[in-house]
Nanobody, 126 residues
Framework: QVHLVESGGGSVQAGGSLRLSCGVS??????????MGWFRQTPEKTREGVAA????????YYSDSVKGRFTISQNNAKNTLYLQMNNLKPEDTSMYYC?????????????????WGQGTQVTVSS
């Protein structure tokens, strides 16, 4: 079992920045590779992929709505995943979830998730 714990959400004005963190613990195997990323909840209560990173290569993937504004990164020594969000817009307001899945190479911004965090709220005011 993989445990994911998010932090760093909050309230910010449009144009501002936030950095989300996701602490990873549990059955993490040093020889396994993961697709890890961030999803957010839509008004329809579904979860849309925002950004992802394949831990084996460091390749990153973004949805069109955040490309150029958000950056996903990982710190393997700290078992932490980050999402740097710049130039935030009111439409970025949502609950953001850290997510992960074991992968032998496939990864995308909307990958099939095996593990979810509890979420952290991001609110952007105009």
């Amino acid at each position: 079992q993989v445990h994911l714990v998010e932090s760093g959400g909050g309230s910010v004005q449009a144009g501002g920045s936030l950095r989300l963190s996701c602490g990873v613990s549990g059955a993490i195997h040093s020889t396994s590779r993961y697709c890890m990323g961030w999803f957010r909840q839509t008004p329809e209560k579904t979860r849309e992929g925002v950004a992802a990173i394949y831990t084996g290569t460091g390749n990153t993937y973004y949805s069109d709505s955040v490309k150029g504004r958000f950056t996903i990164s990982q710190n393997n020594a700290k078992n932490t995943l980050y999402l740097q969000m710049n130039n935030l817009k009111p439409e970025d307001t949502s609950m953001y979830y850290c997510a992960a899945a074991v992968s032998d190479g496939y990864c995308s911004s909307h990958f099939w998730v095996s593990y979810w965090g509890q979420g952290t709220q991001v609110t952007v005011s105009s």
